[in-house]
């Protein structure tokens, strides 16, 4: 009777694994994706701020490369994810179509003529922060935030700058790690 039912069992085990073999064939699923730091909050006072040259005279922009004193602000991301350890900034805007490496100065009715405004890291300032380039800040780790202090000034880069409203747009695009 042991005998049998061993024949009997062997007999399902093999049934079992040919019904397998015989069922269809084998599927592999590959999964992608990626996993990214939750994003910082960038500062209310930060957000949308305004870098106030005051008046500047025309005859201090009357020379090709006069420019204006620099002028010192920052931009502060809070409540990163305590996982997050560096921010970065990539910088872009309307280049100037005198010189690329310079954020144009509107064109409407009553704006400044022939000068452009420049983006500096405010502790080096011949780290210029033009279209397309990168800031790295690392995350204070106590905090959980960071600041990129910069610094920006009029320029002119033809020379002989023309009267009126000084207004360009520098747009900041966050990514972190």
Not at 82 to 107: K, Q
Not at 108 to 132: H, L, R, W, Y
């Amino acid at each position: 009777m042991d005998r049998m039912r061993k024949a009997l069992l062997f007999s399902f085990i093999i049934a079992g694994g040919c019904a397998k073999g015989i069922a269809g064939d084998l599927v592999n699923i590959n999964v992608q994706g990626r996993v990214t730091a939750t994003p910082c909050t960038v500062d209310a006072g930060s957000v949308s701020q305004t870098v106030d040259f005051g008046q500047i005279l025309g005859t201090n922009l009357v020379t090709a490369g006069a420019a204006s004193d620099w002028k010192s602000f920052q931009v502060k991301v809070m409540n990163c994810p305590a996982a997050t350890v560096t921010a970065i900034a990539t910088f872009s805007g309307i280049p100037d179509s005198s010189d690329a490496a310079l954020y144009s100065n509107g064109s409407s009715p009553g704006d400044a003529t022939n000068i452009a405004i420049q983006v500096a890291e405010d502790a080096d300032k011949s780290s210029i922060k033009s279209n397309g380039t990168s800031m790295s800040i690392n995350i204070d780790p106590v905090s959980h935030a960071a600041i990129f202090p910069l610094a920006g000034r009029v320029i002119t880069p033809t020379g002989d700058a023309g009267p009126g409203r000084i207004n360009s747009v520098v747009l900041m695009t966050f990514t972190y790690q």
